[in-house]
């Protein structure tokens, strides 16, 4: 479709390449602006933490069906890339710009003042949905957002950084980097929200995001067809936890005995066999640390097979439901008026499960091991609700077949390269080929807008545009021969750099995802070059570094050249320093207070918007009313139960539980029952200091009198939870502990208020170099 910067409304036309177009009121009926004619539907999906070669389609094990079908009917980009983290590539898909252009040089959770990595997308580079909006579209999101500044995901805003202020009319979905898939928080616009119906009752995020998606896209078809459509679905899985029904797992029983490393072999067949990748492919090198199938014993093969299992069913589930979506399109006849883009991965499979994998995700996040022989007694339960499971790095690195390395590392293709389909009707002339020409997920933006024949905005919101850096796709969609449009690329991530330029690669990994790294990280001058031609080693099989010194040299030449461009420099590989607010260079939202009180009702705070209570003395003080008969349930509660403590009432006793990394449960609890009356009840938290993660004596408090004692061995070091929240008068999520249970756990008097006092020194910059890697690659 030929593009045009001009449209006509009433008697007015007005320049496209200036948003918002106003109305014209000057005379007769006010007419709506619409996108030129012919434009299409838009739809994107992205599949969270998948490698490349996981889904079927892509000659992964995973069978997924609907993506083998929009295949068929559409197209594989088998040389498509991202930028190795979340938050980075949803920003880049979004805006058509590298991510340090946009300040998204790493997670949100990361930012510093920096220019490449404030973690504030700038109003002179509007998203996708703020163009389409702006030229006619309804548009709606719904799933993983993770592109917002912690310190705004609450109740105070500013929203303008939100889904619904970035250009989607709709939002359901989630705001962090991961979530519960059995018990979710979520939000409907900027309205925390929970689901009516539980696991019990059949209830699983996947399906209820897409359910919502279908509702809003039939809404939108019965009260406004002829206005083209942009829904983005940003599903939670495969994303840690893997939280999937038995029947979808034990499907996949058996299946990976053979290992991770047989795995990447027979993937590799099957990937050649399809064209997926030359016949002449070789297998990038095994990751050094990783151990082989063989070198397991009978206990960890049995357990890391069934973690695969569960990932593959995991996988295939959140296939069914973007098949579901996709058959609603189907059923209201606008299919193929659609360009659909399905993106398997936002950056490569995720190795931050360790070498063992773990049933509770945020124990291994913390530096500890699970446990294979007390996991290998539960396998029946992997998946459910009493875990928050993430496979071993073996098959991570099996699920990147044919690469080398995994997701943080945007050094390698292991950690970059992930599978897009594109379906567009008759948009695609010869469906079911693939397009081998490069292409980055920056390209994603000025594609769609070639496709529905709209420009790129020179002024949005009264802010001129910087220039966006993607280049459209749309020329190969009917030439599979068509030479690339894009020849150079940087990435960077977590100090991992590289540089792609015609055929070309040079890379340099700065860290490892899942080794801890006591002396520290190298400098950033010690790091060794690799180099590889792709034109004859598709998967950067054979470093070409020690004979080819002059091609290395000039590519990092380039490197330095194209980070400079697009905000790269400063290089930061602090940890410490950029989880505290203060030295990262930003303000968090309680900067400088000891003291917060919150009343009834109030809640859904994360960890960046509540006082970090962790590593430092603390006090917890409430004024609750008892009924006659006497009260029962949570007063304050934050996390859940794979980490976090609550405050609470049981049997009549004034209680207190710590859940450390969902391994360690400390309980104390009052001598006498809490009377009816009204009380102030208190908690002191006295921390024993000396470094991080340490223990802590309590003591519970009735009208101020010593109700109850207790101690506490062991103590969360860096996060409590990154999907669950602190809440007054009931604890959402998952429950704390087992002596009440998940949602029906409300307060049965009257909770009048909370107030969290932080008490003494604050000893959460006392951490080893160990300690300091481990919480700088936390939220991932």
Request: a negative charge; one cysteine or more; aromatic letters at 10%.
């Amino acid at each position: 479709m030929d593009g045009t910067h001009f449209c006509t409304i009433g008697a007015v036309t007005y320049d496209r390449t200036v948003l918002p177009v106003p109305p014209d009121t000057t005379a007769g009926p006010v007419h709506p602006l619409r996108p030129p004619t012919g434009a299409p539907h838009v739809v994107v999906v992205v599949v969270d933490d998948m490698g490349f070669g996981a889904p079927s389609a892509f000659g992964g094990p995973c069978e997924m069906p609907t993506a083998d079908a929009l295949a068929r009917d559409g197209l594989r980009f088998n040389r498509f890339h991202v930028t190795a983290l979340c938050s980075p590539t949803r920003q880049a898909l979004m805006t058509g710009r590298n991510h340090h252009s946009v300040g998204m040089g790493s997670t949100t959770e990361m930012a510093t003042s920096a220019p490449g990595y404030t973690g504030f997308r700038p109003a002179s580079a509007a998203t996708l949905a703020q163009i389409l909006s702006g030229n006619g579209y309804t548009t709606a999101a719904f799933g993983k957002w993770h592109q917002t500044p912690p310190r705004e995901v609450s109740a105070a805003g500013p929203f303008d950084r939100w889904p619904t202020g970035e250009g989607f009319d709709a939002f359901y979905g989630f705001m962090g980097a991961e979530m519960n898939h059995w018990y979710p928080q979520l939000f409907d616009g900027t309205t925390p929200v929970e689901p009516a119906r539980r696991p019990e009752d059949g209830y699983h995020l996947s399906e209820d995001l897409v359910d919502h998606a279908i509702a809003w896209t039939r809404a939108q078809q019965a009260l406004a067809p002829d206005r083209p459509t942009f829904c983005y679905l940003a599903l939670g899985a495969t994303h840690a936890p893997f939280h999937v029904a038995p029947t979808w797992r034990d499907k996949y029983r058996g299946r990976f005995d053979h290992g991770w490393y047989r795995q990447r072999d027979l993937t590799l067949r099957r990937q050649q066999e399809l064209g997926v990748v030359p016949a002449s492919t070789e297998l990038g090198p095994w990751a050094d640390g990783v151990p082989h199938w063989d070198e397991l014993d009978a206990t960890e093969r049995t357990v890391a097979a069934a973690f695969m299992e569960t990932y593959a069913g995991f996988a295939e589930h959140a296939d069914a439901q973007v098949g579901r979506y996709v058959a609603a399109l189907r059923e209201l006849g606008v299919l193929d008026q659609t360009v659909f883009l399905y993106l398997l991965g936002d950056n490569g499979a995720s190795g931050e499960g360790g070498i063992e994998g773990t049933f509770r995700e945020h124990l291994v996040g913390h530096g500890f091991a699970d446990s294979t022989t007390e996991m290998a007694a539960r396998l029946d339960s992997l998946g459910d609700a009493t875990t928050y499971p993430i496979y071993p790095v073996g098959w991570a690195l099996a699920m990147n077949t044919p690469y080398q390395w995994t997701k943080q590392v945007a050094s390698h293709y292991g950690g970059t390269r992930d599978g897009l389909i594109v379906r567009w009707g008759d948009g695609i002339e010869q469906p079911g080929g693939f397009r081998q020409q490069w292409h980055h997920v920056i390209d994603v933006l000025p594609t769609i807008l070639e496709a529905a024949g709209l420009p790129q905005p020179a002024r949005v919101g009264g802010v001129d545009q910087q220039p966006i850096e993607g280049t459209s796709m749309l020329y190969a969609f009917n030439d599979p021969d068509a030479e690339d449009r894009r020849a150079t690329q940087y990435f960077e991530m977590c100090g991992n750099r590289g540089i792609y330029h015609q055929g070309w690669v040079a890379a340099t990994r700065h860290g490892t995802p899942w080794v801890m790294v006591p002396e520290g990280l190298p400098a950033f001058d010690d790091d060794v070059w690799e180099l590889y031609d792709t034109t004859t080693d598709w998967a950067e099989a054979h470093d070409l570094a020690a004979t080819r010194p002059d091609k290395l040299r000039v590519l990092q030449e380039l490197f330095v050249a194209e980070a400079g461009r697009y905000q790269v420099f400063p290089l930061d590989d602090r940890v410490t320093e950029r989880e505290n607010p203060d030295l990262a260079g930003r303000i968090p939202l309680l900067h400088g207070r000891t003291s917060v009180t919150y009343t009834a009702g109030m809640g859904r705070f994360t960890e960046e918007t509540t006082l970090n209570v962790k590593n430092r003395s603390h006090r917890l003080v409430a004024r609750v009313l008892v009924p006659d008969g006497g009260a029962g349930g949570v007063v304050v509660a934050q996390g859940g139960r794979f980490g976090g403590w609550s405050w609470y009432v049981h049997d009549g006793l004034l209680s207190y539980a710590y859940n450390c990394y969902g391994r360690d449960l400390s309980t104390v609890r009052a001598a006498g029952p809490l009377s009816p009356g009204s009380h102030q009840i208190g908690l002191d938290f006295r921390y024993d200091g000396g470094g991080l993660g340490r223990g802590a004596d309590l003591t519970l408090l009735v009208d101020g009198r010593p109700a109850g004692t207790g101690r506490v061995e062991r103590t969360t070091a860096y996060y409590f939870s990154f999907d669950e929240t602190l809440n007054v008068g009931v604890d959402r999520g998952t429950p704390v502990t087992d002596d009440y249970p998940a949602v029906d756990n409300a307060f049965t008097g009257i909770v009048e208020w909370v107030r969290i006092d932080l008490v003494g020194d604050d000893h959460n910059g006392s951490a080893t170099p160990e300690q300091r890697y481990r919480r700088g690659v936390a939220h991932q």
